[in-house]
T-cell receptor, first 113, second 112 residues
Framework: KAGVTQTPRYLIKTRGQQVTLSCSPISGHRSVSWYQQTPGQGLQFLFEYFSETQRNKGNFPGRFSGRQFSNSRSEMNVSTLELGDSALYLC????????????FGEGSRLTVL | GENVEQHPSTLSVQEGDSAVIKCTYSDSASNYFPWYKQELGKRPQLIIDIRSNVGEKKDQRIAVTLNKTAKHFSLHITETQPEDSAVYFCAATEAAGNKLTFGGGTRVLVKP
């Protein structure tokens, strides 16, 4: 069974640009969550999607957005990039919402110059 | 919202000794408490979890205890091995959804 797949794995952008990250969950999983990991702030929840609907949202500005498609694949977008957006963005999938174990992908490491 | 505090931030133990990591949470509605292990450059992986209707759970050398009244839970690793060296995160989540609030992490170093 394939795990959670995130693309791209590494990317470099400049301030003001926008970026789109993709996540393919484990087959059969309908919940996809996104987390930002930085040395200073640790692991912080961005949002969760379940059956194409946003179920929860963390405390991030509106520049961070996401969506989920009918095949459960999810994308997150960050517009008007700032230096502080440099981080590892982790996607996690679960069978359903409030079902327990989250399975994380390897992450997309974003560097903003 | 939920707030999770984790201590210590670093922990160095001799191989074979035990390691204990403690977390406290603020929201009494939280009912699921997982622990994740993240090796350098790798994804976080679930190592053990506990729900609020259980006080203790064990899986080989790893155990987790939960005190709902005091709102704290702990990870215990016995007979530590060098491969236990990693960053460990505790987390808490409420009944609705999969929103995990993580602790700040504990970097564990097991010295051979």
């Amino acid at each position: 069974k394939a795990g959670v797949t995130q693309t791209p794995r590494y990317l470099i952008k400049t301030r003001g640009q926008q970026v789109t990250l993709s996540c393919s969950p484990i087959s059969g999983h309908r919940s996809v969550s996104w987390y930002q990991q930085t040395p200073g702030q640790g692991l912080q929840f961005l949002f969760e999607y379940f059956s194409e609907t946003q179920r929860n949202k963390g405390n991030f500005p509106g520049r961070f957005s996401g969506r989920q498609f009918s095949n459960s694949r999810s994308e997150m977008n960050v517009s008007t990039l700032e230096l502080g957006d440099s981080a590892l963005y982790l996607c996690a999938s679960a069978v359903g919402t409030n079902t327990g174990e989250l399975f994380f992908g390897e992450g997309s490491r974003l560097t903003v110059l | 919202g939920e707030n999770v505090e984790q201590h210590p931030s670093t922990l160095s133990v001799q191989e074979g000794d035990s390691a204990v990591i403690k977390c406290t949470y603020s929201d009494s509605a939280s009912n699921y408490f997982p622990w994740y292990k993240q090796e350098l450059g790798k994804r976080p992986q679930l190592i053990i979890d506990i729900r609020s209707n259980v006080g203790e759970k064990k899986d080989q050398r790893i155990a987790v205890t939960l005190n709902k009244t005091a709102k704290h839970f702990s990870l215990h690793i016995t007979e530590t091995q060098p491969e236990d060296s990693a960053v460990y995160f505790c987390a808490a989540t409420e009944a609705a959804g999969n929103k995990l609030t993580f602790g700040g992490g504990t970097r564990v170093l097991v010295k051979p």
